[in-house]
């Protein structure tokens, strides 16, 4: 009996560690996104929509889509900032991107 007290003691801290900590963390860092939405954040909404924040107002915001075309949109519709998407995804080993070409397609 002790001995499926530790096992089940084990299971639920590799739960806590595995899963809970992970999605509070993404949860937190979501919040902090969705709060310090400002005008004129270039920003992609959960639907795909590329736009330039033009206005605040509580939870809605103004997003302009394309030269004097302005949508509303909730402020927890957006996904991320366009800037951090280029972070994310710029390569980690200083290779430049026609390095990085070159390579894929060697017949150039």
């Known amino acids: 009996m002790p001995v499926f007290l530790v096992?089940?003691?084990l299971l639920a801290v590799l739960f806590f560690f595995l899963i809970v900590r992970?999605?509070?963390?993404?949860?937190?860092s979501r919040r902090a996104l969705i709060a310090s939405v400002e005008v004129g954040d270039d920003v992609i909404t959960a639907g795909g929509i590329y736009g330039t924040v033009r206005a605040i107002d509580g939870d809605v915001l103004q997003i302009?889509?394309?030269?004097?075309?302005v949508i509303t949109l909730a402020r927890?519709?957006?996904?991320?900032?366009?800037?951090?998407?280029?972070?994310?995804?710029a390569p980690e080993s200083g290779a430049s991107e026609s390095d990085t070409h070159d390579a894929a397609n060697p017949e150039d």
Do not use: M
Request: aromatic share 6%.
């Open 22 to 28: 992970p999605q509070r963390r993404q949860l937190a």
């Open 64 to 69: 302009e889509v394309a030269d004097g075309v």
């Open 76 to 89: 927890e519709a957006i996904a991320r900032r366009r800037g951090d998407e280029a972070e994310a995804a």
């Open 7 to 9: 096992y089940f003691a």
